[in-house]
T-cell receptor, first 115, second 112 residues
Framework: GAGVSQSPSNKVTEKGKDVELRCDPI?????LYWYRQSLGQGLEFLIY????????KSGLPSDRFSAERTGGSVSTLTIQRTQQEDSAVYLCASSPRGLLSGEQYFGPGTRLTVT | GQNIDQPTEMTATEGAIVQINCTYQTSGFNGLFWYQQHAGEAPTFLSYNVLDGLEEKGRFSSFLSRSKGYSYLLLKELQMKDSASYLC?????????????FGGGTRVLVKP
Protein backbone atom coordinates (compact mmCIF):
# COMPACT_ATOMS: atom_id res chain seq x y z
CA GLY A 1 0.00 0.00 0.00
CA ALA A 2 0.94 3.66 -0.18
CA GLY A 3 3.45 4.92 2.31
CA VAL A 4 3.90 8.35 3.82
CA SER A 5 4.26 11.01 1.15
CA GLN A 6 5.67 14.50 1.44
CA SER A 7 5.72 17.47 -0.85
CA PRO A 8 7.61 19.19 -2.20
CA SER A 9 10.66 16.93 -2.26
CA ASN A 10 12.92 19.95 -2.56
CA LYS A 11 12.30 23.59 -1.74
CA VAL A 12 14.67 26.50 -2.20
CA THR A 13 13.51 29.77 -0.72
CA GLU A 14 14.91 33.17 0.07
CA LYS A 15 15.58 34.24 3.60
CA GLY A 16 12.52 35.92 5.07
CA LYS A 17 9.95 34.09 2.96
CA ASP A 18 7.33 31.73 4.37
CA VAL A 19 7.20 28.06 3.36
CA GLU A 20 4.65 25.30 3.71
CA LEU A 21 5.58 21.64 3.78
CA ARG A 22 2.95 18.96 3.35
CA CYS A 23 2.68 15.44 4.73
CA ASP A 24 0.18 12.73 3.76
CA PRO A 25 0.33 9.95 6.35
CA ILE A 26 -0.53 6.33 5.77
CA UNK A 27 -4.30 5.93 5.66
CA UNK A 28 -5.69 4.98 9.06
CA UNK A 29 -2.63 6.05 11.03
CA UNK A 30 -3.76 8.23 13.90
CA UNK A 31 -0.36 9.53 15.00
CA LEU A 32 1.73 11.93 12.92
CA TYR A 33 5.16 13.37 13.68
CA TRP A 34 7.42 16.02 12.23
CA TYR A 35 11.19 15.89 12.60
CA ARG A 36 14.04 17.77 11.03
CA GLN A 37 17.48 16.52 10.22
CA SER A 38 20.45 18.72 9.53
CA LEU A 39 23.29 17.40 7.39
CA GLY A 40 25.00 14.48 9.10
CA GLN A 41 22.93 14.86 12.25
CA GLY A 42 20.28 12.84 14.01
CA LEU A 43 16.58 13.56 13.93
CA GLU A 44 15.23 16.47 15.95
CA PHE A 45 11.62 16.11 17.10
CA LEU A 46 9.39 19.05 16.22
CA ILE A 47 5.72 18.24 16.81
CA TYR A 48 3.41 15.26 17.33
CA UNK A 49 -0.31 14.83 16.58
CA UNK A 50 -2.40 12.02 18.03
CA UNK A 51 -6.03 11.78 16.97
CA UNK A 52 -8.08 14.69 18.27
CA UNK A 53 -5.79 15.40 21.22
CA UNK A 54 -3.91 18.65 21.54
CA UNK A 55 -0.59 18.33 19.68
CA UNK A 56 2.72 18.06 21.49
CA LYS A 57 4.55 21.15 20.25
CA SER A 58 7.45 20.87 22.65
CA GLY A 59 10.06 20.47 19.89
CA LEU A 60 9.21 23.52 17.81
CA PRO A 61 12.36 25.68 17.87
CA SER A 62 10.63 29.06 17.69
CA ASP A 63 7.27 30.72 17.17
CA ARG A 64 8.08 30.97 13.47
CA PHE A 65 7.23 27.27 13.25
CA SER A 66 3.67 25.98 13.33
CA ALA A 67 1.83 22.91 12.15
CA GLU A 68 -1.73 21.84 11.52
CA ARG A 69 -3.40 18.54 10.89
CA THR A 70 -6.72 18.80 9.16
CA GLY A 71 -9.36 16.10 9.50
CA GLY A 72 -6.96 13.81 11.29
CA SER A 73 -5.06 13.16 8.09
CA VAL A 74 -2.93 15.60 6.07
CA SER A 75 -0.55 17.85 7.96
CA THR A 76 1.13 21.10 6.99
CA LEU A 77 4.27 22.45 8.63
CA THR A 78 4.66 26.20 8.14
CA ILE A 79 7.86 28.12 8.68
CA GLN A 80 7.46 31.89 8.66
CA ARG A 81 10.25 34.37 7.88
CA THR A 82 12.69 31.59 7.08
CA GLN A 83 16.29 31.85 8.25
CA GLN A 84 19.38 30.13 6.88
CA GLU A 85 19.57 27.91 9.97
CA ASP A 86 16.19 26.46 8.99
CA SER A 87 17.89 24.66 6.10
CA ALA A 88 17.47 20.94 6.74
CA VAL A 89 15.53 17.88 5.66
CA TYR A 90 12.07 17.88 7.19
CA LEU A 91 10.77 14.37 7.78
CA CYS A 92 7.23 13.33 8.52
CA ALA A 93 6.30 9.98 10.07
CA SER A 94 3.07 8.26 11.01
CA SER A 95 2.17 5.30 13.18
CA PRO A 96 -1.03 3.30 13.68
CA ARG A 97 -1.60 4.32 17.29
CA GLY A 98 -0.08 6.86 19.59
CA LEU A 99 0.49 5.33 22.97
CA LEU A 100 1.00 1.65 22.38
CA SER A 101 2.51 1.29 18.96
CA GLY A 102 6.11 2.17 18.43
CA GLU A 103 7.09 1.73 14.85
CA GLN A 104 7.00 4.96 12.90
CA TYR A 105 6.88 4.97 9.12
CA PHE A 106 8.82 7.81 7.58
CA GLY A 107 8.18 9.76 4.42
CA PRO A 108 10.98 10.66 1.99
CA GLY A 109 11.38 14.13 3.46
CA THR A 110 11.45 17.67 2.11
CA ARG A 111 14.89 19.18 1.64
CA LEU A 112 14.61 22.86 2.50
CA THR A 113 17.36 25.26 1.47
CA VAL A 114 17.16 28.87 2.62
CA THR A 115 19.43 31.18 0.62
CA GLY B 1 14.65 15.13 29.12
CA GLN B 2 16.82 12.51 27.51
CA ASN B 3 20.47 12.08 26.59
CA ILE B 4 21.30 9.47 23.95
CA ASP B 5 24.86 8.66 22.97
CA GLN B 6 26.17 6.49 20.17
CA PRO B 7 29.46 6.49 18.27
CA THR B 8 29.67 8.78 15.28
CA GLU B 9 31.26 6.37 12.84
CA MET B 10 32.41 2.76 12.53
CA THR B 11 34.17 0.85 9.79
CA ALA B 12 33.99 -2.90 9.23
CA THR B 13 34.80 -5.47 6.59
CA GLU B 14 32.31 -7.31 4.42
CA GLY B 15 31.33 -10.59 6.07
CA ALA B 16 32.34 -9.42 9.53
CA ILE B 17 30.28 -8.43 12.57
CA VAL B 18 29.78 -4.93 13.93
CA GLN B 19 28.24 -3.89 17.24
CA ILE B 20 26.82 -0.39 17.63
CA ASN B 21 26.36 0.71 21.22
CA CYS B 22 23.81 3.18 22.48
CA THR B 23 23.54 4.57 25.99
CA TYR B 24 20.66 6.66 27.23
CA GLN B 25 19.36 8.54 30.24
CA THR B 26 15.65 9.02 30.58
CA SER B 27 13.12 9.76 33.28
CA GLY B 28 10.54 7.27 32.03
CA PHE B 29 11.78 4.62 29.63
CA ASN B 30 9.15 3.04 27.42
CA GLY B 31 11.01 1.36 24.60
CA LEU B 32 14.13 1.59 22.46
CA PHE B 33 14.18 1.53 18.68
CA TRP B 34 16.82 1.13 16.01
CA TYR B 35 16.38 2.61 12.56
CA GLN B 36 18.53 2.31 9.46
CA GLN B 37 18.99 5.30 7.19
CA HIS B 38 20.78 5.15 3.85
CA ALA B 39 22.23 8.41 2.58
CA GLY B 40 19.53 10.66 1.20
CA GLU B 41 16.74 8.34 2.22
CA ALA B 42 14.20 8.18 5.05
CA PRO B 43 14.87 6.07 8.14
CA THR B 44 13.41 2.56 8.14
CA PHE B 45 12.51 0.57 11.24
CA LEU B 46 14.87 -2.24 12.26
CA SER B 47 14.05 -3.33 15.80
CA TYR B 48 12.26 -2.57 19.03
CA ASN B 49 13.17 -3.56 22.62
CA VAL B 50 11.10 -2.80 25.69
CA LEU B 51 12.17 -5.71 27.94
CA ASP B 52 15.72 -6.73 28.82
CA GLY B 53 17.39 -9.19 26.50
CA LEU B 54 18.18 -9.93 22.93
CA GLU B 55 15.81 -9.63 19.99
CA GLU B 56 17.02 -11.42 16.86
CA LYS B 57 15.80 -10.69 13.37
CA GLY B 58 17.84 -12.37 10.68
CA ARG B 59 21.31 -10.86 10.44
CA PHE B 60 20.37 -8.07 12.85
CA SER B 61 19.98 -8.39 16.63
CA SER B 62 19.28 -5.79 19.26
CA PHE B 63 20.00 -6.01 22.97
CA LEU B 64 18.63 -3.99 25.87
CA SER B 65 19.62 -3.57 29.51
CA ARG B 66 17.24 -1.15 31.19
CA SER B 67 19.16 -1.07 34.46
CA LYS B 68 22.29 0.04 32.62
CA GLY B 69 20.54 2.35 30.16
CA TYR B 70 22.29 0.47 27.39
CA SER B 71 21.46 -1.09 24.07
CA TYR B 72 23.40 -2.42 21.15
CA LEU B 73 22.61 -3.31 17.57
CA LEU B 74 24.55 -6.26 16.19
CA LEU B 75 24.97 -6.63 12.46
CA LYS B 76 26.28 -10.02 11.33
CA GLU B 77 27.61 -11.21 7.97
CA LEU B 78 28.00 -7.65 6.86
CA GLN B 79 27.11 -6.80 3.29
CA MET B 80 28.05 -3.73 1.29
CA LYS B 81 24.42 -2.63 1.33
CA ASP B 82 24.59 -2.37 5.14
CA SER B 83 26.64 0.81 4.74
CA ALA B 84 24.25 3.34 6.28
CA SER B 85 23.57 5.35 9.40
CA TYR B 86 22.00 3.53 12.32
CA LEU B 87 19.84 5.60 14.62
CA CYS B 88 19.07 4.71 18.22
CA UNK B 89 15.82 6.21 19.54
CA UNK B 90 14.19 6.13 22.95
CA UNK B 91 10.50 6.43 23.69
CA UNK B 92 9.62 8.10 26.96
CA UNK B 93 6.59 7.29 29.04
CA UNK B 94 4.12 10.07 29.63
CA UNK B 95 1.06 11.93 28.56
CA UNK B 96 2.85 13.24 25.52
CA UNK B 97 2.38 9.83 23.94
CA UNK B 98 4.67 8.18 21.51
CA UNK B 99 7.39 10.76 20.96
CA UNK B 100 10.80 9.35 20.10
CA UNK B 101 14.08 11.04 20.89
CA PHE B 102 16.86 10.10 18.49
CA GLY B 103 20.58 9.86 18.98
CA GLY B 104 22.90 11.44 16.45
CA GLY B 105 23.28 8.22 14.49
CA THR B 106 26.26 5.96 13.78
CA ARG B 107 27.57 5.95 10.24
CA VAL B 108 28.73 2.43 9.34
CA LEU B 109 31.03 1.97 6.40
CA VAL B 110 31.42 -1.58 5.08
CA LYS B 111 34.60 -2.16 3.11
CA PRO B 112 35.29 -5.06 0.72
Amino acid sequence: GAGVSQSPSNKVTEKGKDVELRCDPISGHTALYWYRQSLGQGLEFLIYFQGNSAPDKSGLPSDRFSAERTGGSVSTLTIQRTQQEDSAVYLCASSPRGLLSGEQYFGPGTRLTVT
Amino acid sequence: GQNIDQPTEMTATEGAIVQINCTYQTSGFNGLFWYQQHAGEAPTFLSYNVLDGLEEKGRFSSFLSRSKGYSYLLLKELQMKDSASYLCAVREMGAAGNKLTFGGGTRVLVKP
